[in-house]
């Protein structure tokens, strides 16, 4: 069995192309910044403003651009790449279409995908080491990208939709999609 890690659409590359150039010119606007893996006081906060600011306000989220930023993180980051690339069969713009309508707060919990919510369980259960891993991981980039209250918001949407889902009493089965079918899978604790 291979597992693929990396998407080389057009459409991918040149979403992360123009995702970095804006960064790279709000990053030159603002000035040097602190050298730290998370932009801590006046940066940071600057930093949360100018994303909700993009997003249309200090208290909305862009469900697209959040999506995006965190379907890259997930591909970095060298477990969740590959546990989030096995639940999607591979298919990373099924994982950025699924993030969208997690955090867009107009979509139904009952409207999710089965993947969509697997990787609701994932990043907010703990349950498995992927879980262990990935709850603290999503808090992290909330809190480096977002005003406080909007990862708050966000975080509470996870929750919500981690309680809605017949999952969440049954313990902890993940549906992997297999091309056409959907095979449950048992996860560890």
């Known amino acids: 069995m291979s597992i693929v890690c990396f998407d ?26 602190p050298r730290t893996a998370i932009a801590t006081g006046a940066a940071a906060d600057r930093d ?27 591909r970095r980051h060298p477990h969740v790449g590959n546990v989030v690339t096995h639940i999607c069969g591979g298919q990373w713009e099924r994982v950025e279409q699924a993030l969208r309508r ?16 697997n990787l609701v369980e994932l990043m907010w259960t703990e349950r498995g080491v992927t879980g262990r891993i990935l709850k603290p991981y999503v808090r992290e980039l909330f809190a480096g990208i977002l005003p406080h209250l909007s990862g708050e918001r966000l975080l509470n949407r996870l929750a919500d939709l981690s309680q809605a889902h017949p999952n969440a009493v049954a313990g902890a089965r993940v549906q992997v999609e297999v091309g056409a079918r959907t095979v449950d899978r048992g996860i560890g604790r």
């Open 8 to 33: 080389n659409s057009a459409a991918t590359a040149s979403a992360l192309t123009a995702d970095a150039a804006k960064s790279a010119a709000a990053a030159a606007a603002r000035g040097p910044r």
């Open 48 to 74: 949360r403003e100018s994303v909700a600011a993009a997003a249309g306000g200090a208290s909305a989220v862009d469900p697209s651009a959040l999506a995006l930023r965190l379907a890259v993180a997930f």
């Open 102 to 117: 997690i955090f867009d707060p107009t979509s139904d919990p009952d409207d999710l995908s089965s993947l969509a919510h």
